[in-house]
């Protein structure tokens, strides 16, 4: 499973409902937010909102195209300074997402990690005083007249905003169900069917589980 390294805070789900409808964000699926087009949306939504983010690029006039090998998450976010990262666990079926997604300033795989201690020193020995992390943060837990407070309401352990490191368990990044990702012949109907199974099983998931499950799956080291 894809394991990362990260520096970030949670943002939770119902926040970034509300953002993205805001700011009519329709490529983006707020339960989904690693996808291409969901990440790409709201990358260049906070990149066209926030200058106080540092510059990397431009992003993309469009999302990248699917992969045609393994999806590479962070590749497909070079452009940010923002890195957009969730939980999934594929085996819980009382959920079909997590109450956070993760906004990072940092991420790494931990494969790619020998010694995550020296990672970490790495990153505080590379800072300036400039805090554009934090104040992303603050405008980001503002959504919806502070819906939520930083460091309050925390589920299943994790604090909303709170920055820090965090170890982000993904079991399927790209979210495919069997025979979506084949190439059928046929009618635009059997192209509604697929949509429709794939509607299915996501419903199935939540009716199965009832209320959304808490996520279990991080660790986390605070400042």
């Known amino acids: 499973m894809p394991t990362y390294l990260t520096h970030a805070f949670p943002?939770?789900?119902?926040?970034?409902?509300?953002?993205?409808?805001?700011?009519?964000?329709?490529?983006?699926?707020?339960?989904?937010?690693?996808?291409?087009?969901s990440s790409h949306s709201f990358l260049t939504c906070l990149h066209n909102l926030y200058p106080f983010l540092p510059f990397i690029s431009p992003p993309p006039e469009f999302p990248p195209s699917s992969p045609t090998t393994q999806f590479n998450l962070l590749q497909s976010q070079s452009y940010s300074p923002v890195k957009l990262l969730e939980p999934y666990n594929p085996e819980d079926l009382s959920s079909a997402f997590t109450?956070?997604?993760?906004?990072?300033?940092?991420?790494?795989?931990?494969?790619?990690?020998?010694?995550?201690?020296?990672?970490?020193?790495?990153?505080?020995?590379?800072?300036?005083e400039n805090d554009w992390f934090e104040r992303l943060r603050d405008e980001l837990m503002k959504i919806g007249?502070?819906?939520?407070?930083?460091?309050?309401?925390?589920?299943?352990?994790?604090?909303?905003?709170?920055?820090?490191?965090?170890i982000v368990v993904n079991g399927d990044e790209e979210r495919n169900f069997p025979g979506l990702g084949e190439e059928e012949e046929?009618?635009?109907?059997?192209?509604?069917?697929?949509e429709y199974r794939l509607e299915e099983e996501l419903l199935g998931k939540l009716n199965k589980g009832g209320e959304v499950g808490n996520n279990k799956g991080e660790q986390q080291r605070h400042k």
Request: charged fraction near 25%.
């Open 145 to 166: 007249g502070a819906v939520v407070k930083p460091a309050e309401g925390a589920e299943g352990g994790i604090k909303p905003g709170r920055v820090g490191w965090y």
């Open 99 to 128: 109450p956070f997604a993760f906004i990072a300033d940092y991420a790494v795989k931990i494969n790619d990690v020998g010694d995550i201690a020296e990672v970490m020193k790495g990153y505080d020995d590379n800072q300036d």
């Open 11 to 37: 943002l939770p789900r119902r926040l970034i409902r509300i953002f993205t409808v805001l700011h009519d964000l329709t490529p983006c699926s707020p339960e989904h937010l690693i996808s291409p087009s």
């Open 186 to 194: 046929g009618d635009d109907s059997e192209g509604d069917g697929r």
